[in-house]
């Protein structure tokens, strides 16, 4: 086989290697878009049921309040508060009660359905 065939040969196979490799790079990046859109969602979620309790009002703050670069001490004071009603529940506790703070949750969303 002479020269020509082979670097032919090996351009064709280069070619398919890159493809492959395209390809993969979309799956990639198609995953990782996936990953990135479920955890924004949850964080909207988990926002929104803390909108629904008084610790936005309890730590003054507004909607439309922007936490991190306006009021930072707003956002410390909420996590502060967080991490101290977190602090307070032992892992037996909560593993008790998940279902009686379920079903305050499940009534409470009921009677202030919109």
């Known amino acids: 086989m002479n020269t020509q065939k082979k670097?032919?040969?090996t351009e064709v196979k280069l070619n398919r290697l890159r493809a492959?490799?395209?390809?993969?790079?979309f799956r990639v990046k198609h995953q990782q878009n996936s990953e990135r859109k479920a955890?924004?969602?949850t964080l909207i979620q988990m926002g929104g049921l803390l909108?629904?309790?008084p610790l936005p009002s309890?730590?003054?703050?507004?909607?439309?309040d922007d936490l991190q670069l306006d009021h930072p001490e707003k956002s410390a004071t909420l996590l502060g508060l967080?991490?101290?009603?977190s602090d307070q529940i032992s892992e037996t506790?909560?593993?008790n009660d998940l279902e009686k703070f379920r079903k305050i949750g499940v009534n409470y969303l009921k009677k202030?359905?919109?």
């Open 93 to 95: 506790t909560l593993t």
């Open 7 to 9: 670097l032919a040969k």
């Open 58 to 64: 309890i730590c003054n703050i507004n909607l439309g």
């Open 39 to 41: 955890r924004t969602r």
């Open 112 to 114: 202030n359905a919109a």
């Open 20 to 25: 492959q490799k395209a390809a993969l790079s």
């Open 51 to 53: 909108e629904i309790t």
């Open 82 to 85: 967080l991490l101290h009603i």
